[in-house]
C-alpha cells in the first residue's frame, strides 16, 4: 500500500500493520512534546497519586522531578529513592521546558529490544542501534562500529543527500510555479474557445433564422397571390352559377304554370339567354395553384465542423515545444 505521507509503496509485513518497523525517534519526539506541554502546569506527582488513592487531589504533591529511567514525575520526596537505588542512582532532571531537549538525547540512547540497557553500537548489517546484549545474542558476526564514530560517518552523507534535496526543492517550487501558470494559462484559453464557440454558433442561429424566414415569406406572398386568383376564379363561377340558377328556376315556372300565350311571348328570348350562358366558356375559369416541391437539407451531411467549427488539441510533443 502507499505511505499516507511521501506516498512511497510499501510491502505489508505477513503479520499486518502492527508489525512494520516502529520510528523511536518520532514516537520520542511526540512523548517528549506531550511532556512538555504538561511543563505549563502543574503535574502531580504520581507516586502520591497513586498511594493517594481516591484522596484529595489538592494534597498530593506537585512534580518537581523527572526520572529518566523509570518515565516518572516526581515531588521531590519520592524522587529520593531513585537517587539511592541499588544498581545505581537512577538519572534525575527537573522538571521544565528545558527537559526537552535532553531527553530526546538521553531516551534515544536506549536500545530498542532491552530498555533498561543504553545503546553503544551500530550494526551495518541490520542497520540499527545496539546494546552489548543484543551484540552477544544476534550481532557478534556482523561488522559493528561505536555509535559516536559512525555518527560521524554518517553525518557528511546525510548533510549531503539534505543539501541536494534543498537544491531540489527550488527545481520542484519552479516547476510547480511552470505547472500552475500552464494550468491558468491553459483555462484561460478554454474560456476564450468556449466564448467563441458561442460567439460562431450565435452566427449560425443568426443565418439560419433568415433564412429560414425567408423562405416562410416566400411561401406566404406565393400563398396570398394563389389566394387572390382563387377568390376571382370563384366570384366568376358564383356569379355564372347564379344566372344558370335563376335561368332554370324561370323556365320550369314558365312550363309548369305559364299558359301556352306566355311560352310563346318568352321562348324566343329564352333561347337567347341560354345560348348566352352555354357560351361561355368555364373551363378556362379553373384555378391552377402554382406547384410547390420543398427540399430539406440533408442534416445527416452535416457535421459540427460545417456548422460551428471543430476543437482540436495537440500535445507539446507533437507541437514540438
Known amino acids: 500500500m502507499s505511505c499516507p505521507l511521501c506516498s512511497d509503496e510499501f510491502q505489508i509485513p505477513s503479520d499486518g500493520l502492527g508489525c512494520l518497523r516502529h520510528n523511536f525517534f518520532l514516537q520520542q519526539l511526540v512523548d517528549i512534546r506531550k511532556c512538555s506541554n504538561e511543563n505549563h502546569r502543574e503535574v502531580p506527582c504520581v507516586v502520591c497519586l497513586e498511594e ?4 484529595d487531589a489538592e494534597e498530593i504533591a506537585t512534580a518537581t522531578e523527572y526520572c529518566i529511567d523509570c518515565r516518572q514525575r516526581l515531588c521531590e520526596r519520592c524522587s529520593r529513592p531513585h537517587r539511592r537505588m541499588a544498581g545505581g542512582g537512577h538519572q534525575l532532571r527537573a522538571s521544565g521546558a528545558e527537559l526537552e531537549q535532553e531527553l530526546i538525547q538521553l531516551q534515544t540512547n536506549y536500545c530498542n529490544k532491552h530498555s533498561d540497557k543504553q545503546v553503544e553500537l551500530y550494526c551495518y548489517q541490520c542497520n540499527e542501534n545496539i546494546c552489548l546484549m543484543c551484540f552477544a545474542v544476534d550481532h557478534r558476526n556482523h561488522e559493528n562500529g561505536e555509535i ?3 555518527a560521524k560517518k554518517f553525518k557528511p552523507k546525510i548533510d549531503s543527500d539534505d543539501q541536494q534535496i534543498v537544491s531540489s526543492i527550488t527545481g520542484v517550487r519552479n516547476q510547480l510555479e511552470h505547472t500552475e ?3 491558468s494559462k491553459f483555462f484561460d484559453d478554454v474560456d476564450n474557445v468556449i466564448a467563441m464557440v458561442h460567439k460562431t454558433g450565435d452566427a449560425v442561429k443568426y443565418v439560419v433564422d433568415n433564412h ?3 423562405l416562410v415569406s416566400e411561401l406566404q406572398s406565393m400563398k396570398s397571390h394563389s389566394a387572390k386568383q382563387a377568390h376571382a376564379v370563384q ?4 356569379l355564372a352559377l347564379v344566372a344558370m340558377e335563376s335561368f332554370h328556376t324561370y323556365c320550369r315556372e ?4 305559364g299558359g301556352p300565350s306566355d311560352v310563346t311571348r318568352s321562348a324566343s328570348e329564352l333561347h ?3 345560348t348566352e350562358l352555354l357560351q361561355n366558356d368555364f373551363t ?3 384555378f391552377h395553384p402554382p406547384h410547390m416541391t420543398y427540399t430539406p437539407a440533408d442534416v445527416t451531411q452535416l457535421t459540427r465542423s460545417n456548422l460551428v467549427g471543430n476543437v482540436s488539441t495537440k500535445s507539446e510533443e507533437q507541437t514540438g515545444i
Open 235 to 238: 366570384d366568376r363561377l358564383q
Open 254 to 257: 314558365l312550363l309548369d304554370k
Open 212 to 214: 429560414i424566414s425567408e
Open 52 to 55: 493517594s488513592g481516591s484522596g
Open 272 to 274: 337567347d339567354r341560354a
Open 148 to 150: 559516536p564514530e559512525v
Open 181 to 183: 501558470q500552464n494550468m
Open 284 to 286: 378556362a375559369l379553373n
